[in-house]
């Protein structure tokens, strides 16, 4: 258990035959409460592991029902009824006749007051990144196998106890290159009404603490929650490694292949003429989401502030950072790669270049397959006598493995009023004005799809990062000229290269002074490429650090104002 994948066996479960599906949850006096958050019973065919592990939106789903509790406590009954919302099925009576495995789990929210006088209930990151199937803190129940057989008679529901709870997370370690940095946000303290932090995963260059009068430009490597800095390995790979299987780039082995890059990612850090930087990974879990999409909202609060004004100055402080603007760049990939355009045209001064890779949508225009200013829907392309679905992710084979409507039925099992801590639901959290009820308001009815134009309006004027470009460019132009760098893959799986097309086009046309910006694709190549036509996706999303110091170091050389120190950290 504890997170941690395992085969099942009715040796150590008991089975129960149900004529018709009746389940009852509950959890023991021992487990403290009452709790509020949101309740789900999944169902799952599949042994190889827990079912909590198996709810996603792909092909290979298990079957999920979810509720809202208020106030749950130790004892008490709830029902699966008509109330529950069922994904991908939507009754327990369409549930076909067979042997399964059933778990409860319960993942918890905390009450919120915020500044704006709103109240909320969300899900505190509690360490692991907003994922609600191994948050710390949240009951669950063992697999218990039944069987489903209408010839079969039973008198009462099954009962699933939660008397189980995922333990906390040990902290990790600092190193002589990695450290770990924690600070107390004021603004984000006093958006939520409580303690709220923010966190760095710190690379420090070879020869830091021998050269102590050395100062370093900052890289800011924008991605999801890092628990510590990814794909560095001071040791050589294990091996003895049992070599795995990567169903999303179709290799055997990919494990191997990730620990001897990581090693590698040391042999060239440490290694006498690779560019010397601090590299950042920024930790900032909330209430909605692994991340914050590093810009002020809302919902979320001044997280870009609070990033931007308390975090990296408090790192360059620590570590000795030039701790100017001509001296600090972005990049990331996916969310990432959105996070770093967003932070170069939202802080321009602050930073002296972005390399985005395949980024979330950055053109509303193309949010993903749908304009949210012209469609009225964004699950189907209707018309009166023909309605067909719009997808929402697809396979190297161009085959469409989602629909829009299926990723966001996945997200509402998991949780509503945008807490389902997914990725339509952050994008609505970050973009969306703040509803009355002190939740995001919708850009499309989750059941329906219906397009809130209102809605759709406010995203524009604050995060179509294309229609800012555009509509700012006076302004933005002297500041952000030759800084804008884009990548993806003409296959991404989630359509991120339909809005990147479309900022091309908007990059194109801009005058006095024109943009400068790179914008390049890869034919064939899936989510997420990042610019490198030399190796393929699943070697180059390994390597963004080698990647991109380079052109850092080309950036200042160009670019660093007269007087500016680049000469003390070349060592």
Known sequence: MNGRAFVLSSIFFPCFLLSQSKFSLTYPKDRGGPFDGRLLLMISADTTTEPRFQINDGPNTQQGFGVNVDGWKAGQAKVVDKSWFGYPKKSLADIPPREYWVQGLLHKYETFKRSDGHTVKLPMDRGEGQQWNRAPGNIFSKPKKIVIDPRKKTAAAITISLDQEIPPIPPPKDTKYIKHVKIKSERLTKFWGCDMYLGANVLLPWGWEEHPSARYPLAVFHGHFPATFGGFRETPPDTGLKPDYSDRFRISGYNLIQQQYAHKLYQDWTSPNFPR??????????????????????????????????????????FRGVGQGWARFTYGGSTGGWEALAVQVLYPDEFNGAWAACPDPIDFRAYTVVNIYNDDNAYWIGKPWKQTPRPGKRDYKNEVTATLAEANYFELLLGDKSRSGQQWDIWEAVYSP?????????????????????????????????????????????????????????LDNFYLNNAVRLTEGVLAQLKDPPADAEVDYECLAEHCWNGDHSTPIWISRLMYVQIHAPKIVERIRKSAPAGADITSWKY
């Open 277 to 318: 930087m601090i590299v950042i990974e920024v930790q900032h879990a909330n209430p909605y989401y692994d991340d914050s999409y590093a810009v002020n909202s809302a919902n979320l609060g001044p997280y870009g502030d609070a990033i931007m004004y308390e975090l990296i100055p408090h790192v360059e402080q620590k």
């Open 434 to 490: 703040v509803g009355s009820d002190g939740y995001p308001r919708r850009i499309f009815d989750k059941a329906t799809g219906k397009i809130d134009k209102n809605v759709a309006q406010h995203w524009r004027e604050n995060y179509d990062l294309s229609y800012i470009i555009k509509r700012d460019w006076a302004k933005l132009g002297p500041k952000l000229q030759g800084k804008i760098h884009l990548y993806v893959g003409e």
